[in-house]
């Protein structure tokens, strides 16, 4: 079983739209937890890190629920540069990352 | 340049010959870990470098694969004796403190190696 895991999707958004999807990690020792986003032939780009508390940047809403231990990420008013693989991560004490495979997500006008 | 570099960006061999990939952290960063992606896959984690502590080695594939990390900074992924397998992105990030909610992995755009 991977350590992290994603829905690969993909998720097919009209503009406009909220899409939202999870991940599940199986380290109850994971410390820190992150989205990246990755666009096609690129490498990874830090999204955000996710909070205990849950947090928003912008149009991007991440959740933390540590009892059931999975994370979510939440678009709203979703815009055609929207469209990539949203990976989710885990990070223990050591800083060590796990990367779940991710989710495509497609934005279609 | 501010960013994690690595080279060659694009690596064709030929099956059997040994390849050295090159990563150069962000100045400062004191973790360093390298990354492999095959087409349409997600990330598969290869080694990780935390300051003077021993490397971790978990996720090399076989002993075909080593890296080194000189000086605290440069690091050298080689394939010995490659396979066509082996073809991928190899893709190296570095953070700056390996622990903690800021251990922010910033990652190079990769070498593309091509086993012939």
């Known amino acids: 079983r991977k350590e992290v895991e994603q829905d690969p999707g993909p998720f097919n958004v009209p503009e406009g739209a909220t899409v939202a999807f999870n991940c599940t990690y199986s380290?109850?020792?994971?410390?820190?937890f992150f989205w990246y986003r990755q666009d096609c032939r690129k490498e990874p780009k830090l999204l955000m890190s996710?909070?205990?508390s849950g947090n928003e940047d912008g149009r991007f809403t991440a959740q933390l629920n540590r009892a059931s231990q999975y994370i979510s990420l939440l678009i709203r008013d979703s815009k055609l540069s929207d469209s990539a693989t949203y990976l989710c991560?885990?990070?223990?004490?050591?800083?060590?990352?796990?990367f779940g495979a991710g989710t495509q997500v497609v934005v279609t006008p | 340049g501010a960013g994690v570099s690595q080279s060659p960006s694009n690596k064709v061999t030929e099956k059997g010959k040994d390849v050295e990939l090159r990563c150069d952290p962000i100045?400062?960063?004191?973790?360093l870990y390298w990354y492999r992606q095959s087409l349409g896959q997600g990330l598969e984690f290869l080694i990780y470098f935390q300051g003077n502590s021993a490397p971790d080695k978990s996720g090399l594939p076989s002993d075909r694969f080593s890296a080194e990390r000189t000086g605290g900074s440069v690091s050298t992924l080689t394939i010995q004796r490659t396979q066509q397998e082996d073809s991928a992105v190899y893709l190296c990030?570095?953070?700056?403190?390996?622990?903690?909610?800021?251990?922010?992995?910033?990652f190079g755009a990769g070498t593309r190696l091509s086993v012939l």
């Open positions: 991560v885990a990070a223990d004490s050591w800083g060590k990352l796990q």
């Open positions: 990030a570095s953070s700056l403190v390996g622990q903690g909610a800021k251990n922010i992995q910033y």
């Open positions: 100045s400062g960063h004191t973790a």
């Open positions: 996710v909070y205990s």
């Open positions: 380290n109850s020792a994971s410390q820190s």
